[in-house]
């Protein structure tokens, strides 16, 4: 089974998320026109730097809890990164009353939906998946979406934010026939407080 974080050349125009990584430990300089100006490393880009600005707080927990840090949901996060910059299917766009070929990739899609976490504090989307031919006008899609929320928050509130965000993002930028949003926890973090509580 292909391990999901060694992506083809092409994925990335190239380049690797270790190499996209460091770039932004440089930040970004000197300009790389290869990285800038690729979709799939932007894709990829962006939703590093929202995982970088959860990771000073998880890491703390980790350290406060005296355990070895888990990595299962940082492998999750980054395996759904390199599927997002994947282009992947291309998925058409309707537009009435005219005859101009227009499409998204799938892969820009699922960075549609990824982004949304940006709207609702502490949740990181993981894996994405879709039912249904994307490739067909009209199709009826299911879009599946796994989650990694803090410890302690409402869950059905915040699990009722992100499906009407992505809701709204996927009717601004697809004509796709979502008929459901399935959102899943599959993981939740503790806060460095949490922990020093329950010790």
């Known amino acids: 089974m292909p391990d999901p974080l060694r992506m083809e050349p092409d994925d990335l125009d190239g380049h690797t998320i270790e190499e996209l990584s460091d770039y932004l430990d440089a930040g970004r300089s000197p300009a790389d026109p290869s990285i800038d100006e690729s979709a799939g490393c932007q894709i990829a880009l962006d939703a590093l730097e929202r995982l970088r600005a959860l990771t000073p ?29 994947r282009a992947g299917r291309r998925i058409p766009i309707v537009i009435e009353q005219s005859d101009v070929d227009t499409g998204i990739t799938e892969g820009a899609v699922r960075g549609v939906i990824r982004a949304a ?56 930028n697809t004509t796709l026939n979502v ?21």
């Open 179 to 199: 008929t459901r949003i399935d959102i899943t926890v599959s993981d939740l973090r503790h806060s460095p407080s949490r922990i020093g509580e329950e010790r």
């Open 57 to 85: 707080e998880l890491i703390a927990a980790d350290t406060a809890a005296e355990a070895e840090a888990d990595e299962n949901w940082v492998q999750s996060i980054l395996s759904g990164i390199a599927l997002d910059a």
């Open 117 to 172: 976490e940006n709207m609702v504090s502490g949740v990181l989307v993981g894996r994405c998946r879709f039912d249904g031919d994307v490739t067909v006008p009209g199709e009826p899609i299911l879009i599946h979406v796994d989650i990694s929320v803090p410890y302690g928050k409402p869950i059905p509130e915040l699990v009722d934010r992100l499906r009407a965000e992505i809701s709204t993002r996927l009717s601004a």
